[in-house]
């Protein structure tokens, strides 16, 4: 399964554009990238899948190069609340492994 | 009602007794996953499954047992608790035939204190 590296801390301001990126760069031809948000002592929260190009949700959006090795989870402007731990993974269509590694931490401030 | 449920929510214990934490869901998934969450760090895969009758190790399966008694409730068992297996544990579910097939949904968590 394809290791990911993110930053381990971010800050922003609130009204914010924030992105950030992942590097996955052994990712197969039958892997996903997905992005979860933590808040906590909570389970994480499911954001955004995606394969290629760019997907946008109501949340967030999600752009990945055509070589896939790489993705930008971008979040349009944060508030206070979005500060929280952002996971992303590499999701095994061949063995629906998911494995979460350190994540980035976000702190919003006023 | 949670969708993914985990009881006991807390746990404290001592070190060589047995425990069992039970996961239950009714969102009717085929598939079902144990992890830990360490302070401060991110979760690990402990066991998943995809039926009644597949089990599979994740990253850190020693140490830890779980049973499937049916689709919608999956068990991790301690046989003999330590201390360095204090932590924080979630259930997850996720529907492979859904739109999303990485969307995990995650129970509140357990969080378990052996001393």
């Known amino acids: 399964l394809a290791k990911t590296t993110q930053p381990i801390s971010m800050d922003s301001y609130e009204g914010q554009e924030v992105n950030i990126t992942c590097s996955h760069n052994?990712?197969?031809?039958?892997?996903?990238i997905t992005w979860y948000q933590q808040f906590p002592s909570q389970g994480p929260r499911f954001i955004i899948q995606?394969?290629?190009t760019k997907v946008t949700n109501e949340v967030a959006s999600l752009f990945i190069p055509a070589d896939r090795k790489s993705s930008t989870l971008s979040l349009p402007r944060v508030s206070l609340s979005d500060t929280a731990v952002y996971y992303c993974?590499?999701?095994?269509?061949?063995?629906?492994?998911?494995?979460f590694g350190q994540g980035t931490t976000l702190q919003v401030k006023p | 009602d949670a969708d993914v449920t985990q009881t006991p929510r807390n746990r404290i214990t001592k070190t060589g007794k047995r425990i069992m934490l039970e996961c239950s869901q009714t969102?009717?998934?085929?598939?079902m996953y144990w992890y830990r969450q360490d302070p401060g760090l991110g979760l690990r895969l402990i066991y998943y499954?995809?039926?009644?009758?597949?089990?599979n190790k994740g990253e850190i399966s020693d140490g830890y047992s779980v049973s499937r008694q049916a689709q919608a409730k999956f068990s991790l068992s301690l046989e003999s608790a330590i201390p360095n297996q204090t932590a924080l544990y979630f259930c997850?579910?996720?529907?492979?035939?859904?739109?999303?097939?990485?969307?995990?949904?995650f129970g509140e968590g357990s969080r378990l204190t052996v001393l």
């Open positions: 052994n990712i197969a031809t039958n892997d996903y």
């Open positions: 993974l590499v999701f095994s269509g061949n063995t629906g492994k998911l494995i």
């Open positions: 499954s995809f039926d009644v009758k597949d089990i």
């Open positions: 995606g394969y290629k």
């Open positions: 969102k009717g998934h085929d598939r």
């Open positions: 997850a579910t996720s529907d492979f035939r859904g739109p999303n097939t990485g969307e995990l949904f």
